[in-house]
């Protein structure tokens, strides 16, 4: 009988790489919410894969631009730089995700902080679906290769699941021995109320596109299981006038579609039905408030 494995996994990289999506495919359910804009995930979300005796505590975090202080000064960016950061310290292993459409300065500064911590690494080139030319990967591979000492390089497309199972097999082979930490049928360390809030924000931002910056937080002010139906109330925080108008749309018809959008994926998390109700309320330079950002989670 092998001695059983646990260690964490974090799954780093520049913004809007395929983190999120990389996560939600090798754990096999939806837990970390996507989007096309850039820096959706604000907080380290944790996924537990537990397999016979091994169990991988996947980190799924924010994209990291580079080492530098923020220019903005925005205290929310710093928050999610130093979420990415702290994982790459504290993980068994990093999974540098990689585009495959070419290396950038953005990537560079993500593999400076693996070097920086000496963290063991395996490299996931994603997106391999979108290359107009497939001659273009391997002197990718080489020159990352030449990078650093990956224990591997793995050309893959996590949105259709290509090269997923080497990649978790790899993951596996380097875990530590070591007690499992978790009970093998958790999926996450975060509370429902924390998905129900996360699922709000992705249709929230995938309604808005670029209409809106990254001004919006979520919080779950209610959640009442009742014998029929679970009652969620939930707040929509932004930071300007105009910007509520923007959420409630026309007639209250945007706020409608997000609530109808997000009940679908909250009633799977919940495992029944939801009434959910929100509201759209202002709070001037929240992202800018160390007060604030505790309140509304971001501690």
Known sequence: ?????????????RPNVGKSTLLNHLMGTKLSITSRKPQT???????????????????DTPGLRDLRPDPSGRKINRYMSNQAMAAVADVDLAVLLVDARGWTE???????????????????????????????????????????????IIPMSALHRRGLDDLS??????MPDGPHLFDSDALTDRPLVFLVAEAIREKLMRQLGDELP??????????????????????????R??????VIGRGGKRLKAIGQEARGNIEDLAGGKVMLNLWVKVQPGWSNNDELLARFGYR
């Open 169 to 174: 097999a790899e993951i596996a082979g380097l």
């Open 1 to 13: 009988m092998t001695n059983p494995r646990c260690g964490y996994a974090g799954i780093v990289g």
């Open 41 to 59: 995930t604000r907080i380290n979300l944790l996924g537990i894969s537990t397999r016979g005796q091994t169990q991988i505590i996947f980190v």
């Open 241 to 246: 006038q105009s910007q509520k108008a923007i």
């Open 106 to 152: 953005a990537d560079e500064a993500v593999l400076a902080l693996i070097k920086r911590e000496g963290v063991a690494a395996i490299c996931g080139i994603n997106k391999i679906d979108r290359l107009a030319r497939k001659d273009v990967l391997l002197p990718l591979m080489k020159e990352i290769h030449d990078k650093y000492a990956f224990e591997a």
């Open 214 to 239: 990254h001004r919006t937080t979520v919080v779950v002010e209610r959640y009442d299981v009742g014998a029929v139906i679970t009652e969620i109330d939930a707040v929509i925080y932004v930071e």
